[in-house]
C-alpha cells in the first residue's frame, strides 16, 4: 500500500501517522507540502491531527483551501481513499469530502483522553478488520470535536450505513456518558457515501502498540493495508 | 469601498461560549442577561466601486470560506 501523509502548517501528529502507516504496511508514505499541487501515485491519502493554520477562522477552514486540497479532491472523487483524522477530519468536512461539521467542544474545554468506541460497520476498507458493534479503546486530543449536521442529513447518513463510529461506555452502551463532546448522536466519526473517505477524531495512530495504552486502532491500518495492497 | 461582515451560529446550533458569556455576566450581577449568542465580525477592504459586484463577490467570500454554512448565517453590510 503506498500512501501519502499531507503536511499542513500547524499540524503534529503527522509523525505518528506516518509511523502508524509503516508498521502495518512495510511502506513509508510520502510527506507531501500543503503548498505543493501534485500528489504522488498513492492508494490512500492520509491528513492527520493538529492545528493547521493554527484554527484561524474556524478549525480546518484555511487548510481545506490549500493548493494540495483540489487535486485530493480530485483523486477522492475517483475512488482514492482518504483518511482523515482529527484536524485532518476537520479540514475534509470543510472540504466538503465528508458530510457535517466540528465545532467547540460543549463543555469548552480541551479533552486529551482514552475514549471507547462502537464500531458501527465493518463493511468498509477502513473497517474490515474490526466486527460491527465491537467496543475498542483509542485515544481522542481536541477542542472542537463536537459533530453537528442537519438532521436531514443525520437521518440520510443513518440510512445509507455512514456512521463509522459512536462514543460509547467500556460496555458498549450509547447512553451519552462515554460522549467526550457533546457529538450528536455520539458520533465519532462518518464516511462519504460511498465510504471510501473517513473521518474521525479519536487517533488510531495513537493507539498502535501495547505498551503505549493500547492496540486497539492498529486493526483499521491493517484492514487498509488488507483492502489497497 | 469598505465591508462588514456578520457571522452568527444559526438557531438550534448550541453555543457553549454565549451560554459561558451568559453564564459569567449572570455571576457578575447582570441578572437581566437573557440568552447570549456569540459570533465573528470582519471587516474588509474591497477594490472597485460597484456596490451590487461586491455584494455578490461577499456573497462568495462567505459561501467559499469566511462562514460555514451547515451552523452559521451570515450577513454583509457595505460601506461606501
Known amino acids: ?229 | 469601498m469598505k465591508a462588514r461582515v456578520h457571522i452568527t451560529l444559526k438557531h438550534g446550533v448550541l453555543d457553549p461560549q454565549g451560554k459561558a458569556i451568559g453564564n459569567a455576566l449572570h455571576r457578575l450581577g447582570f441578572a437581566e442577561v437573557g440568552e447570549v449568542r456569540q459570533g465573528k465580525f470582519i471587516e474588509l477592504e474591497l477594490g472597485g466601486s460597484d456596490v451590487e459586484t461586491a455584494r455578490g463577490r461577499l456573497d462568495e467570500m462567505c459561501r467559499r470560506l469566511l462562514a460555514n454554512t451547515v451552523i452559521e448565517n451570515y450577513s454583509i453590510e457595505l460601506l461606501a
Open chain 1, 1 to 229: 500500500m503506498r500512501a501519502a501523509v499531507i503536511v499542513f502548517p500547524g499540524i503534529n501528529r503527522e509523525v505518528d501517522v506516518a509511523n502508524a502507516i509503516e508498521m502495518t504496511s512495510g511502506r513509508r508514505p510520502a510527506m507531501v507540502w500543503h503548498g505543493d499541487s501534485e500528489l504522488p501515485d498513492v492508494d490512500l491519502i492520509v491528513i492527520g491531527g493538529g492545528f493547521s493554520y493554527g484554527d484561524y477562522l474556524r478549525c480546518g477552514a484555511m487548510a481545506a483551501h490549500s493548493p494540495i486540497m483540489s487535486e485530493i479532491k480530485r483523486r477522492a472523487a475517483k475512488g482514492v481513499p482518504v483518511l482523515g483524522i482529527c484536524n485532518g477530519f476537520q479540514i475534509i468536512a470543510e472540504a466538503g469530502l465528508v458530510p457535517g461539521t466540528l465545532m467547540r467542544n460543549d463543555h469548552l474545554k480541551f479533552v486529551c483522553a482514552d475514549v471507547h468506541l462502537k464500531v458501527e460497520t465493518s463493511q468498509s476498507l477502513f473497517t474490515n478488520r474490526y466486527q460491527a458493534g465491537q467496543v475498542i479503546k483509542v485515544p481522542v486530543a481536541h477542542g472542537e470535536g463536537n459533530y453537528f449536521v442537519e438532521p436531514n442529513m443525520l437521518k440520510r447518513l443513518e440510512d445509507r450505513g455512514q456512521i463509522a463510529f459512536r462514543y460509547c461506555t467500556a460496555a458498549g452502551e450509547l447512553d451519552g456518558s462515554g460522549n467526550p463532546n457533546g457529538s450528536q448522536d455520539n458520533i465519532a466519526g462518518v464516511f462519504n457515501e460511498a465510504k471510501t473517505v473517513l473521518g474521525l477524531m479519536p487517533h488510531p495512530e495513537n493507539a498502535i502498540e501495547a505498551q503505549f495504552g493500547g492496540s486497539d486502532g492498529k486493526a483499521l491500518f491493517e484492514g487498509l493495508v488488507d483492502a489497497l495492497s
